[in-house]
């Protein structure tokens, strides 16, 4: 898919940033500056290194269309009916995309919203259709989005090279930000980060970080729990790649390589891996720079307590990828069995999530127990650790509106279109179907916007009932303690 062109656009006023000065397109009262770079792009030198400066530039920038996207493969395997690709073709890829409110003189500052968007660290960017900033800005907030090194280009673990590259950019996008935010009317000291699977485990992981507060001031986190691994685990991936390749697992021999031989290595050694099933897979790595130590942990005794956070998941993530590949009807009682044994389930934590299912299939079943343990109950884990601490609000939420589109359900990616407002989108439409409800949208969207403005999205924080605001697309009900049997099940 390629970046669609835009009709109805008037010149936005130019902006001076700290390489120069921009000017970017005005569609139906949003300025938007596509393609700004934040940091040099990662090539020659600059390839397999951390973020360097963005280079500074005498002329006027035309930021009217989206930037280059990072080298990556469109989804496949059946995934490709509901996931969209598009490709911009460039070496600038660290880059930016900005949606901003025409003038308004009775604001002064903005909310600032910092999009990370996911791909489980090997595909997406900021010129996915659904990823629009628009409905953010239109509701009065600077909406930021992040193209940041993907796959082996930013979270490979070879000698000779940082691991983390892509937080890394990630981090110098957020810094850049905060320098530069105030040029389009928003607000450096509000700023939220905003990430979705892979995008919410890096906001995991800097929330962890001790110097989260100088790089953003909330988050919100969907469907992606704290998860870094030591190096010794993260770097099979890479030693495989280096053994398809014919090379050692050196930044000297993996720079040496076209970026689209890389991504064939990349595709023959992680075939059937789902971030479900498992298989190889790039991770974030705990190292001596970004990720300290396992976020989890770190989180648990009150990393980042001091920061508001929403956080939440959909009900059905599983079917996302259970439904196109097939997977849902192959799955069978030993796949059930090894889980148990790898994780440790005991048999009546099984026997309670079949008994709650009736008519549930292996699959579903499966899938039930794999969305808790991945997701579910590591949410429920950073709220009550962050409630321990008491100095900053967190605020659950539970997407279970089913979409209609071949059974998919409440699968994971689904609730985008609803945050965005931006159910027309192609990839909204994909998932959720042409019909999907409107209000639920417009909710979702301004419970985010408003959290994003004041830190308060419009439910009770999570206390020692355990709130949960569910999105059913009916009533929208807190929930107390849902589902609290299976959750509790897991400690024992």
């Not at 720079?289 to 648990?300: C, F, K, V």
Request: charged content about 20%.
């Amino acid at each position: 898919m390629t970046q669609p062109e835009t009709t109805g656009a008037d010149i936005a006023p130019a902006v001076v940033i700290e390489t120069g000065i921009i000017r970017g397109l005005r569609v139906a009262g949003v300025d938007r500056y596509l393609g700004v770079q934040y940091a040099a792009a990662p090539v020659g030198p600059n390839r397999f290194a951390p973020p360097q400066p963005a280079p500074s530039h005498d002329d006027e920038r035309d930021c009217g269309r989206h930037g280059p996207t990072p080298p990556q493969l469109p989804y496949s395997g059946g995934m490709e009916r509901y996931l969209s690709t598009v490709t911009v073709p460039g070496d600038e890829i660290l880059n930016l995309a900005i949606w901003a409110p025409s003038e308004t003189p009775t604001v002064r500052w903005h909310p600032v919203i910092v999009w990370i968007h996911g791909g489980s660290l090997t595909r997406g960017s900021n010129a996915l259709p659904v990823y629009d900033g628009t409905a953010f800005a239109r509701d009065g907030a600077v909406f930021i989005s992040v193209n940041y090194r993907l796959g082996a280009e930013g979270f490979s673990v070879i000698d000779g090279a940082d691991t983390n590259l892509g937080l890394a950019d990630i981090v110098a996008a957020l810094r850049w930000v905060r320098r530069n935010a105030a040029q389009f009317g928003g607000d450096p000291d509000n700023v939220t980060v905003m990430g979705e699977s892979a995008g919410a485990i890096c906001i995991a992981a800097l929330l962890a970080h001790p110097d989260a507060r100088d790089l953003f001031d909330k988050a919100i986190m969907q469907s992606g729990p704290p998860d870094a691994r030591p190096r010794a685990k993260t770097k099979g991936i890479s030693d495989l790649m280096a053994r398809n390749l014919g090379v050692k697992a050196t930044r000297a021999a993996f720079a040496g390589i076209r970026a689209d031989r890389l991504l064939e290595a990349q595709r023959e050694v992680t075939a059937g891996t789902t971030p479900l099933t498992g298989g190889p897979a790039f991770n974030l790595t705990i190292d001596d720079n970004l990720i300290l130590a396992d976020p989890a942990e770190a989180i648990s005794v009150g990393a980042g307590s001091d920061i508001p956070l929403l956080i939440g998941s959909n009900t059905e993530e599983y079917r996302l990828w259970f439904i196109p590949t097939g997977l849902l009807k192959k799955i069978g009682w030993l796949h059930i069995a090894a889980a148990m044994l790898t994780f440790k389930i005991s048999p009546r934590t099984v026997a309670m999530y079949r008994r709650n299912r009736p008519g549930a299939s292996v699959g579903e079943l499966f899938g039930a127990l794999a969305t808790d343990l991945l997701l579910r109950v590591p949410i429920n884990k950073i709220a009550d650790a962050r409630l321990t601490e008491r100095e900053a609000a967190t605020h659950v939420y539970e997407f279970s509106w089913r979409s209609p589109v071949e059974d998919l359900g409440a699968c994971h990616a689904l609730e985008l279109g609803f945050v965005f407002d931006a159910l027309a989108s192609e990839d909204a439409t994909a998932l959720a179907g042409p019909d999907a409800p409107q209000p639920l949208a417009s909710a979702m969207h301004s419970a985010w916007v408003e959290f994003a403005r004041s830190g308060n999205p419009g439910w009770p924080a999570w206390n020692a009932f355990r709130p949960v605001k569910v999105w059913d697309g009916d009533a929208n009900p807190v929930t107390h303690a849902p589902r609290d049997a299976e959750r509790a099940a897991w400690r024992k």
